[in-house]
């Protein structure tokens, strides 16, 4: 139970629920609710085959690429850290946008929800867990938390009524503060592996 909700805690802050509420809010404000909601669900499905693929998958790269685990935690960790820092200081930058081309998977999906923190975690964690009973409960927390994020885009309206512009980039900033602390274990954990004997 406690690996479930370490995971589950870690992924959901990593992709940034208020920010993709933001994000989302922005590009569709000129949608119908329909098209809005059909939006909502090809993102959410982006990003649930995207951590999957990225955490089932990406120990591949470390071995064609003979990557150690440390070596990634490390630099996995910056850009979690510099995307953190962005967060809270307001000015996380963003690809350009055009709101005429079909934008649910790139580049709202990727890079804006996962983007190169939350793929560098995802693979990590997927490099670190070995056991297959672990591997499967892991795997149910990222599922919950990509879950999650979908709801915050179906919701995204009623989020942004209830909190406001203001509370939204309260909540995103306090994000960013999560973000930094979890950034900074991967890298001490990664270091002190690399440090080790």
Do not use: W
Request: aromatic share 10%; with cysteine; hydrophobic share 60%.
């Amino acid at each position: 139970m406690a690996l479930f909700i370490d995971i589950f805690t870690k992924v959901f802050f990593i992709l940034s629920p208020f920010f993709s509420v933001s994000m989302f809010l922005l590009l569709t404000d000129a949608m119908d609710r329909r098209s809005r909601m059909l939006c909502a669900v090809r993102t959410s499905t982006a990003i649930l085959v995207l951590c999957f693929v990225v955490y089932f998958f990406g120990n591949l790269i470390f071995k064609v690429l003979g990557i150690t685990v440390p070596a990634f935690q490390v630099g996995a960790g910056t850009l979690l850290f510099l995307t953190a820092i962005q967060m809270v200081s307001g000015k996380r930058s963003e690809v350009a946008l055009d709101k005429n081309e079909d934008f649910a998977v790139i580049p709202l999906a990727i890079p804006m929800i996962v983007g190169p923190g939350t793929i560098g975690t995802l693979l990590v964690l997927g490099m670190e867990i070995s056991d297959a009973g672990e591997k499967a409960i892991a795997a149910a927390a990222i599922l919950l938390a990509v879950l999650m994020i979908s709801l915050f885009l179906f919701l995204a309206v009623p989020i942004a009524r209830l909190l406001g512009h203001k509370g939204l980039q309260m909540m995103m900033k306090l994000t960013g503060l999560i973000l930094t602390a979890i950034a900074a274990q991967i890298i001490f954990t990664g270091v002190r592996a690399f440090l080790r004997p």
